[in-house]
């Protein structure tokens, strides 16, 4: 079980763990050729889950929790701190995944 923190976006959500690697949403597009994702933690064979972009592990979503503080948790005021930082140097945080 994974828990993210300072989740953002609407359509295609995006978060931190506590090791501030970002998280982010995926569906598998079957038009666009996609193949399916594995939970790294049951196994599950899943069409959507959460995929770590820094190491490219998959969750499904029965292995993912959501921090939901609002602002009251030291991880998400530390991670939050370190994503303005991140804008600061010019880091394009939006990503685009993929799952080939
Ligand atoms: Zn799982
Ligand atoms: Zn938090």
Redesign the pocket.
């Known amino acids: 079980m994974i828990?993210l923190?300072?989740i953002k976006g609407i359509s295609r959500k995006s978060g931190h763990d506590t090791d501030a690697n970002l998280w982010t949403e995926f569906y598998v597009d079957y038009l666009a050729e996609q193949e399916d994702g594995e939970c790294v933690e049951c196994g599950d064979i899943i069409d959507m889950g959460w995929m770590c972009l820094d190491g490219g592990d998959e969750y499904c979503l029965n292995h993912v929790e959501f921090?939901d503080?609002d602002g009251e948790?030291?991880?998400?005021e530390r991670?939050e701190e370190m994503e303005i930082v991140a804008q600061c140097i010019g880091q394009e945080l939006e990503v685009t995944v993929k799952t080939e």
């Open positions: 828990t923190h300072n921090c503080t948790c030291s991880d998400c991670l």
